[in-house]
């Protein structure tokens, strides 16, 4: 109930509004950092949203932007850290002025300086409103009016914070582990630091410099034009493996094409036989023409069957052949290439779905049908020009005008096709997008948006279409008129060379039905156009896309295969800069040596290079300057697939695939079938086999899309499960244990503990808890190294590392 009201009675849309949630993973849309926060609530002014920014800690490292709030966030906002995305969800959320503030785990990706300041945020916009915290770090909820602790979805405990240390019940034990009473006792003492002059960078933000223009429009339009104009030619030699297939029904179209020729001697024949005054002549020659029908027609059926079914083969062979290779195209393209938002979901299903299709359009049984109209063409003029030369000139000179029609319904139709294809694409970003993330934007009430945004971007498609609509119509009348203007001027044209015996009434009727089939022919091909023009416009994208090839090719064989991966890694003066943000540099000149076997942690604020320094491990991109080493190797000198294969990572936000529990963590090895004793063996080393165990489906559970129907630390566990099947030399972990609970937390640091014994593994981890016992932990300063050493080195340093673990209470 709400207000005494049980929420099934209340509006929904009207009792959403009421409501700001700030999740666990935050989704942000493809859109402007203004946009995002926009979405919190309609009608906003700049200076709300400023207001919001500023309460979030986010204004500071958004005006460092060259664009500030202008700035795109990328696709799922794939171009902001982990921290950023949560301020920029934080602020999204304040700026709905709620009545009731959710904060499912809000603070998990921030760094120790953000978290301090963004918590403080917190509990000033929780004044005034009813706040539902969940969290597994209690130093984030020690002011709370009451804590409510559930175990087995019951309350088991209830009440302050003191009153329940007195009671020395299952709160009390958490707190203890987490080191809570050191942290209340520093709590009066310790200012919230501010988050001093970091320089928050995102991952990778595709906008132009110039804060005043916006190139995306242009790029689009830009890229259009500048695809490579593909042949028909190009387009055929795709089908070159099934030529069997296209042979023989080639060869049926050309039979096909001929019959209508023959038919119209043989009808001409017909009609003027009448004129015969003799019966029984009649007769015989009726019986002889119907049996020439017959066998017409015993011609069409069978070579009009091999005609459909072999081009039919051959062109959907081709469909499922340009998929596949499209698909595996994109598969090993660079990862900067899908930092381009050229390159969105929307635009690459589109080539998948729509264009691979539209191929066909040229190829398939439409050959089959354009060399059975071209062979009845042909013929055609050949017969008539034997029967009666003047007639057909006259009636063929009416042809240009049927072409010129063509030719104009052609060009209208392949500059529309490429339109709707931009127009197609944006729709289909906007559907995906809302799709995936429609928790989000049913909590942020903002289905009519995403409606609209949708609907708008139909518009343009649809105004494109009823102009189509219209010059197709005209050119279609056009076409269909002449051929009976023809008639006409013909017949005229005929009974004046017949009265002056310069042609037979049967000359005259071959000439005009043969012509007459001849136009329709014609009228047949004209049609088929506008799909070419679509299979040019499809065939040029899909081109595009194959013949684009990668840096860094994780599909070539090339590249040496060391027999063993020792696990020693080093960063010699590496530099580095995201591709389509040239302008940042994310790394400078960093050198660092981990030796096998060791544990190091790189620790900092949000957008210092973290997370950066992992994809280049992974090799995702290379260096502008310097080398990553894998024992004494560069990285550029090995194969991608072997190097990919000794590691083995798990993300802060994990991605599971829909699919069940045991497939999800086979995937983690693909080199030979995994049995299910080695997952469930994986699966109790990261604590999550006893949950599985208790699953009605156990281990065939589906997971549902992107894991939906688990939790994010029950995700989490699958992942590193996943991980630990790969038995890899090189381990990494990207804040591995940010959305664990205290008890979780404490069972999978140790099982990764264990899991770490004899690996080299690199923690990036907001948490010092978690990096105490590294060999080896580094400080990221804006892409540089502050100071490095262990635990206990560092705090002697009583630097930044220092100033950290006081904030968190970790000594």
Not at 97 to 105: A, R
Not at 392 to 408: K, N, R
Not at 568 to 589: A, K, Q
Not at 711 to 725: E, F, T
Request: glycine letters at 6%; a neutral charge; aromatic letters at 8%.
């Amino acid at each position: 109930t709400v207000d005494g009201n049980d929420i099934r009675t209340l509006n929904v849309q009207h009792y959403r509004e009421h409501f700001g949630v700030v999740s666990q993973e935050p989704i942000l849309f493809g859109t402007t950092i203004n946009n995002n926060i926009k979405y919190g609530r309609d009608s906003v002014t700049d200076e709300d949203i400023e207001k919001a920014a500023k309460e979030a800690n986010a204004y500071d490292f958004i005006m460092e932007f060259p664009r500030k709030f202008n700035t795109s966030v990328g696709e799922k906002g794939a171009q902001m850290s982990g921290g950023q995305k949560q301020r920029i969800a934080i602020a999204r959320a304040l700026i709905r002025n709620p009545k009731i503030l959710i904060l499912d785990e809000a603070t998990s990706a921030l760094d120790t300086e953000s978290e301090s300041v963004v918590q403080a945020a917190l509990e000033k916009a929780s004044k005034g409103r009813t706040t539902i915290v969940i969290a597994h770090r209690l130093s984030t909820i020690l002011r709370a009016d009451m804590i409510v602790i559930l175990k087995d979805g019951m309350v088991v405990e209830k009440g302050t914070h003191a009153e329940l240390m007195e009671k020395q019940g299952l709160y009390y034990s958490l707190a203890i582990s987490q080191d809570i009473k050191k942290a209340d006792e520093q709590m009066e003492s310790m200012a919230y630091s501010t988050e001093k002059n970091t320089s928050s960078i995102p991952l990778c933000s595709v906008n132009s410099t110039k804060p005043d223009t916006d190139k995306s429009e242009d790029s689009i339009q830009y890229k259009e034009t500048s695809l490579p104009e593909i042949s028909l030619l190009k387009i055929f030699k795709l089908n070159k493996s099934e030529w069997p297939s296209v042979v023989l029904g080639t060869l049926a179209s050309v039979l096909n094409g001929t019959v209508h020729p023959v038919f119209s001697i043989i009808f001409a024949k017909i009609v003027t036989m009448f004129e015969n005054d003799g019966k029984a002549s009649l007769k015989h020659d009726a019986e002889i023409y119907s049996m020439i029908f017959v066998i017409l027609g015993i011609i069409c059926f069978v070579s009009y069957f091999i005609q459909g079914l072999f081009y039919g083969r051959a062109g959907e062979i081709l469909t499922m052949r340009l998929r596949h290779l499209a698909f595996k195209a994109m598969l090993y393209q660079d990862i900067s290439w899908f930092d381009d938002k050229e390159n969105s979901i929307g635009a690459l299903t589109t080539i998948l779905a729509i264009d691979i299709a539209q191929i066909q359009g040229a190829t398939g049984s439409r050959v089959g049908v354009l060399t059975q109209n071209a062979t009845n063409m042909g013929l055609s003029v050949i017969i008539s020009f034997i029967y009666g030369w003047e007639m057909t000139l006259l009636i063929l000179s009416i042809a240009p005008v049927l072409a010129l029609t063509g030719m104009i319904e052609t060009a209208a139709m392949t500059g529309f096709a490429n339109k709707d294809k931009q127009e197609l694409e944006r729709a289909g970003k906007i559907a995906t997008e809302a799709v995936e993330n429609v928790r989000t934007i049913v909590s942020l009430t903002r289905e009519k948006a995403f409606e609209q945004m949708y609907e708008e971007t139909l518009q343009t498609q649809h105004r494109n279409a009823l102009k189509k609509a219209q010059i197709i119509g005209i050119c279609y009348a056009f076409s269909h008129a002449f051929v009976y203007f023809a008639y006409a001027a013909g017949f005229r044209f005929g009974t004046h060379l017949i009265k002056a015996g310069r042609m037979t009434p049967e000359g005259m009727f071959i000439v005009f039905t043969a012509i007459a089939y001849g136009a329709m022919a014609i009228g047949e091909t004209l049609v088929l156009a506008p799909e070419y023009s679509r299979a040019k416009s499809g065939a040029a994208h899909l081109f595009a896309l194959l013949e684009k090839k990668p840096t860094i090719d994780s599909y070539g064989q090339e590249g040496k295969k060391p027999d063993v991966c020792e696990g020693n890694i080093e960063f010699r003066e590496v530099s580095f800069f995201y591709p389509c943000r040239p302008d940042v540099l994310i790394l400078h000149d960093l050198s660092l040596s981990i030796e096998k076997g060791k544990t190091v942690a790189f620790v900092g604020s949000s957008g210092c290079g973290k997370s950066t320094s992992v994809q280049l491990l992974q090799r995702f991109y290379d260096p502008v300057k310097g080398q990553v080493l894998f024992d004494g190797v560069d990285a550029k000198e090995l194969n991608v697939q072997w190097l990919r294969s000794q590691i083995a990572i798990v993300f802060q936000e994990p991605v599971l695939f829909n699919c069940s529990i045991a497939e999800n963590i086979a995937y983690g090895d693909n080199s030979h079938v995994v049995p299910l004793n080695e997952i469930k063996e994986v699966a109790n080393a990261a604590n999550i086999h006893s949950f599985i165990e208790g699953l009605p489906e156990k281990y065939d559970t589906q997971v549902g899309l992107k894991g939906t129907q688990l939790s994010g630390g029950q995700k989490q566990r699958l992942a590193i499960a996943r991980a630990l099947l790969r038995k890899p030399k090189i381990l990494l972990l990207d804040e591995a244990t940010s959305a664990l609970d205290n008890e979780s937390e404490k069972v999978v640091q140790h099982a990764l503990d264990k899991a770490r014994k004899g690996r080299t593994c690199l923690m990036v981890a907001h948490r010092l808890s978690t990096v105490q016992n590294a060999d080896l932990i580094v400080v990221l300063h804006n892409g540089k190294i502050k100071e490095q050493g262990t635990h206990q080195e560092l705090l002697k340093n009583r630097d930044t590392y220092f100033k950290l673990v006081n904030a968190q209470s970790v000594q």
